[in-house]
Every structure is written in C-alpha cells, then in structure tokens.
C-alpha cells in the first residue's frame, strides 16, 4: 500500500527517524520538509495511530504531472477502471498542489467528481461531513496523487502556548525511549510532553514547572490521571531531585521573550545547562531541548560546556516562529 502523510514543517528527518517503530519496512518513496510518500505493508489503522502526522491519506492512483487539469483528467481515467469502496455516503474532493489548495478548471473537476461517483457509489457533496478525496501534488515529485484522507482520532484543544501533539510526539520520539527511562520536563508547563511520553513504557515519569499552581487547573485529563509524577521546581536547581538520577530530559525552555528570564539569557542557560548536568545520568543521560532558533547557538555551546553534547540539531517551526530542536547526550547519538 502506499501512503502520503504531512507532518509539521521542518520535522522530515525526525519523522524519518522515528517512522521504523510504526510502520514495517517503509520504502520511502518521496520526502520533503513536511510530506512523505512510502510503500509498506502496515495496515492503515496503524498509519492513523502515527501521533506526529497531521493528515494521513492513502494513495489510490497517480499519473504523470503535467499542465494540472490534464493530469486531473487523467487521474479521473484511472478511477473509472479501479473501483472504489467509500465508508461514508457522501464525498468531496480537494485540490492540493505544491503546499496550498488550488482550484482547477471545470470540466477537469467535473470528470474527477463523476468518476469518483461512478466507482463508490458515494454523493457528492459541496461541503460538510463526508469522505475526502485529495489531488496531491508535491514540489519535485513528477506525480499527481490521488488520495482519499484517513479519519484520524480527534485531540483535545491545546492550551495557548503548548506545542503541537504532533510536535511534542516527534520530540519523545526523537529522545529514544526505554521502558527502564527516568524522564523528567524540567519547564513542563501544560504538559505536553510528559503527556506524549506516557505512550511508551517508563520507570518514571516526572513534570516539573515552577509555575504548577497555576497551571494545574488547565492540564487536559491524561495528564492529570496518567501515572506521572508532580514537581514544583525551579528548572535552575532541581532540588527534589537527586543527581545522575534522570535518564532523559526533554523540554522547552522559556524563550527570552518579553522580559520573562530573571536574568541575562546567556547566564539562564549555563544555569540550565549546570542543572541537567548533574541530574542526568552520568554515562547514558539524553536530552532532546527546544530552543528559540535566535538562541540555539548560545544554547548549544551552554549544553557542551557542560559535557552535554549535540548529536543533531533540527530546525522547525513552532506556531510560525523559528526555533531548533538540539538533540543529544553524553554519547551524542
Ligand atoms: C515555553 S514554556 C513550556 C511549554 C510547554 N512545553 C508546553 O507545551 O506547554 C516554559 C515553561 O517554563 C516554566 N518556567 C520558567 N522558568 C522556570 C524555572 N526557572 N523553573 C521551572 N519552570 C520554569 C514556565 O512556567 C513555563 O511553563
């Protein structure tokens, strides 16, 4: 079977990491920054579950790409001869080139739409509930696909400020985790990430924010009935916790925007850096840190100062603004 999945802008070679523990043998067929195509065997109930994919599609036909509505009408040809078994009475039918919708020429829709009506016996609808039918196209990719999305799992609202489940799910992907893990989010506020951590088995499960009281009341139900652990700490010292006594830390420091550090960004980060240092594990300790783009380079060199070195560093886009995932460990994987 072959699928198309888009994922947050900047995360390509994270999802490439992390995509093995999902899908058996993936033969990736096309990558970009936020998309891929791959060949696999894994049933799509599976694909559905991936939690770092936004939209997730099954490719049913692809031709040639060339002027857009040729390639629309052929793609209609295929689907007369494929036959097409709808879970939903009514459809309709989006165009999506090169990262944004488009509109395509009249009859070129109207022959798609048909097409697809002849070969599922659904009704086509304007707009609404219903099965979606995708024609993809992809910069540098010389097809056009036809793909009908999958119905994902709906997701409670995010607090104003938490990163994305699709994020957050990348970040705990991208920190390796082991059943026998310690894992702590020293600047846990709504919990997104001791809440996307609780999908693999752990030891411990620790969140600290030095702001608990009054985030606690907004906290979605997982994180608040799921097995994880409460500090109040101040992320600086960490004093609940003891040294070397952490496996893994993965977290998104405060930005440096508006005033918020009691002190000079540089100095605020050396003292992070000084406070994972000792809680971390002294041999295996991993850490995946979210940082401001702006900020990466002072962030990296405060992490290596203290022995804490940078395996890869990611750039992504968080909400729309610039910032780095530094990925690393007393090994640097
Ligand atoms: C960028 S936010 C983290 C957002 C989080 N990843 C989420 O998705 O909700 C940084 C958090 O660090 C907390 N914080 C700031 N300084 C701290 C410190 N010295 N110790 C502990 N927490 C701190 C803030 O209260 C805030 O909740």
Redesign the pocket.
């Known amino acids: 079977m072959r699928y198309y999945i888009q994922f947050p802008a900047g995360t390509g070679e994270l999802v490439a990491e992390s995509i093995g523990s999902y899908v058996d043998r993936p033969d990736v067929v096309y990558a970009d920054d936020s998309s891929m195509i791959f060949e696999s065997d894994t049933r799509r109930s599976r694909v559905e579950q991936m939690p770092f994919v936004k939209n997730s599609f099954t490719v049913i036909a692809d031709v040639l790409r060339r002027d857009l509505d040729w390639s629309v009408e052929a793609l209609a040809d295929t689907v007369y001869d494929g036959g097409l078994d709808g879970y939903a009475d009514t459809f309709r039918v989006m165009f999506h080139v090169d990262g944004e919708l488009v509109s395509v020429g009249r009859r070129a829709r109207g022959e798609l739409e048909s097409a697809i009506a002849a070969a599922s016996g659904q009704r086509m609808v304007g707009r609404g509930l219903g099965e979606e039918y995708w024609a993809v196209g992809r910069t540098d990719f010389d097809r056009l696909m036809l793909c009908r999305r999958h119905m994902r799992p709906g997701r409670a609202a995010k607090?104003a400020?938490?990163?994305s489940h699709e994020l957050?799910s990348l970040l705990v992907a991208a920190s390796r985790p082991r059943r026998e893990d310690v894992f702590l989010?020293?600047?846990?506020?709504?919990?997104?990430?001791t809440n996307a951590r609780l999908s693999f088995p752990a030891k411990r499960i620790v969140y600290?924010?030095?702001?608990l009281e009054r985030?606690r009341g907004d906290f979605p139900e997982a994180v608040r009935e799921g097995g994880i652990e409460f500090l109040a700490?101040?992320?600086?010292t960490l004093p609940s916790i003891g040294d070397g006594e952490v496996d893994v830390i993965v977290?998104?420091?405060?930005?440096g925007e508006y005033g918020?550090?009691?002190m000079a960004l540089p100095e605020f980060l050396d003292a992070m850096a000084r406070s994972f240092d000792r809680v971390l594990d002294r041999e295996h300790g991993r850490f995946v840190v979210?940082v401001a783009r702006m900020v990466a380079d002072e962030a990296e060199r405060a992490l290596t100062n203290r022995g804490l070195a940078i395996g890869s560093a990611h750039e992504v886009l968080v909400n729309g603004h610039p910032a780095t995932v530094l990925v690393g460990g007393r090994e640097a994987a």
């Open positions: 607090a400020g938490a990163i957050s989010d020293p600047f846990a506020g709504s919990g997104s990430f600290s924010d030095s702001e985030l700490d101040d992320a600086l977290t998104d420091p405060p930005w918020e550090l009691p979210l």
